[in-house]
Structure formats: C-alpha cells, structure tokens
C-alpha cells in the first residue's frame, strides 16, 4: 500500500482510500481530502513531520500519522 508519505516532494497523487476511523477520518475529510481527490506534495520537514500539501487550491500541513492513513494511487 502506497500512502502520502511515499510521495515525493513536487509529485502529485490522488488518495484511494482513507484508512483512519471516526474522528481522525472525518477531520481528514473535513479538510477537503477525500476519495478521488488530487494533492501535490510541497515540502516534507526534515525529520518527516509534517508533510505540506496542496489539496483543492489551498496548502495544508498534515502530521505523519494523518499522512499515513491517506492511500494513495
């Protein structure tokens, strides 16, 4: 399985599936990352937390642990 913190910086991926369960998942979606959805990954801090997105137009901060329950195609 291939989730967001496999993307390199500068590669754009759309998400497959969400993995998380209740709040997690519906936080994730509320943000604008949902099935089907395109996001292009703009910068990983140095250790890896967090990842900067651009998802929908806008840019978003994602920790690790939100990153890796993003299946991405």
């Known amino acids: 399985m291939k ?3 496999d993307i390199g910086v500068g590669e754009t991926s759309t998400v497959v599936k969400i993995h998380g369960e209740g709040k997690t998942k519906r936080r994730i979606m509320d943000m604008g990352i949902t099935k089907g959805t395109e996001v292009y990954v ?3 801090a140095p250790l890896g937390d967090p990842v900067e997105i651009t998802v929908r137009g806008y840019e978003l901060s994602l920790r690790k642990a939100d990153a890796d329950i993003l299946e991405m195609a």
């Open 3 to 5: 989730t967001l913190r």
């Open 42 to 44: 703009r910068k990983v």
